[in-house]
C-alpha cells in the first residue's frame, strides 16, 4: 500500500499483520500480508503476498480504496521503476510487506461502481 512514494509517508499509519506460508522444499517463500493505511483522503485495505525464491521476489495483492475518490481513474499503469498514478502524478512503488522499492510494478484500477475502487497490484523487488 505505499506503493507509491506520496503513500510512504502512510506507512507510519499503518497497521501491517505478516502471516508466513509453508514454503516450497527450500526452494522460497511465501508470505501473506495485510496493511491498511490513510492516504490523503482515501483509505486503502490490502492483502497479499510477498513471494521470495532463487529467481524473483515480488508481491501480488488486493487493495480496497474508499474515502473520497476524486481523481481516481480506473486503468492500468506501470512503472519501471516511475510510472504515472492518478492523484499523483510520476510516483513510485514501495512494497506493502516490508517497504522495498519496487524495480517495476502495474496496478489495475477497478470502479467497483459502490464507492470503492479495487487495485489489483504486481510488484517485483531486486
Not at 502512510?10 to 509453508?22: E, G, Y
Not at 516511475?82 to 524495480?103: C, E, I, K, M, R
Amino acid at each position: 500500500m505505499k506503493k507509491i512514494l506520496a503513500l510512504c509517508a502512510a506507512l507510519a499509519l499503518s497497521v501491517v499483520m505478516v502471516l508466513p506460508v509453508a514454503a516450497t522444499t527450500g526452494k522460497g517463500s511465501a508470505t501473506q500480508f495485510t496493511a491498511a493505511y490513510a492516504n490523503g483522503t482515501t483509505t486503502w485495505t490490502c492483502s497479499g503476498v510477498n513471494v521470495a525464491n532463487k529467481n524473483v521476489i515480488k508481491d501480488n495483492e488486493t487493495c480496497v480504496i474508499s474515502g473520497d475518490l476524486t481523481g481516481y481513474v480506473a486503468g492500468t499503469y506501470t512503472g519501471s521503476p516511475y510510472g504515472y498514478f492518478p492523484t499523483l502524478g510520476t510516483s513510485q512503488w514501495n512494497s506493502d510487506y516490508n517497504g522495498a522499492l519496487a524495480t517495476s510494478w502495474t496496478i489495475t484500477l477497478v470502479d467497483d461502481l459502490n464507492g470503492t475502487f479495487t487495485a489489483n497490484i504486481a510488484a517485483i523487488y531486486p
